[in-house]
């Protein structure tokens, strides 16, 4: 919980920064490919959670990673503060609860989708206009396969899930028959 904490003060800081520039939905694309970066690179991930490694060493490479990656000033010198700071591993977290106040901040709210099928172009704008009417602000889609389902899909829009898959069906019809 503490770690969650210290993510979002990072990125309230950072959200705010960028909101006086005007920069904060290209900040958040910023943050984006720094994660995807960590993400596909576990010995570099691993390298910024080691704390035997000194800060100003840590600093030095997400400056170069910031630089390689082409990210805006703010972006980079942000990146290098968090690696400074010993929280580079915790980067993941950073960038989502900033993405998080973009969205709050202009009216946007992001649905998970799961389903064991791609949507369709159409059927990712007809659900978006659905769950937007449903919640009253934008709906951004992220989908996600997931084969494990029989069929249908998961939607989740905050701390709401709505289960519209076949194993959530099968569930609670075998609910229903075990009461009675």
């Known amino acids: 919980m503490k770690s969650h904490r210290a993510a979002r003060s990072y990125a309230k800081a950072l959200f705010e920064l960028a909101k006086e520039r005007n920069q904060t939905d290209a900040v958040a694309r910023e943050l984006a490919s720094a994660v995807e970066v960590l993400a596909t690179d576990a010995a570099l991930t691993q390298f910024f959670a080691r704390p035997g490694v000194a800060a100003t060493v840590k600093r030095a490479v997400a400056e170069e990673i910031g630089q390689r990656l082409e990210v805006s000033k703010l972006a980079r010198d942000f990146l290098a503060?968090?690696?400074?700071?010993?929280?580079?591993?915790?980067?993941?977290?950073?960038?989502?609860?900033?993405?998080?106040?973009?969205?709050?901040?202009?009216?946007?709210?992001?649905?998970?989708?799961?389903s064991v099928i791609p949507l369709t172009e159409a059927e990712r704008t007809a659900l978006a206009s659905r769950l937007g009417a449903a919640v009253g602000r934008t709906v951004i889609?992220?989908?996600?396969?997931?084969?494990?389902?029989?069929?249908?899909?998961?939607?989740?829009?905050?701390s709401r899930v709505a289960d519209g898959s076949l194993d959530g069906q099968l569930a609670r019809i075998k609910e229903r028959l075990e009461r009675g």
């Open 81 to 114: 503060l968090v690696a400074d700071h010993g929280r580079g591993d915790e980067l993941p977290d950073i960038a989502a609860a900033y993405r998080d106040l973009v969205d709050a901040d202009a009216g946007r709210v992001r649905a998970r989708v799961r």
């Open 141 to 158: 889609v992220e989908e996600r396969v997931d084969k494990d389902l029989l069929g249908g899909l998961i939607v989740e829009v905050g």
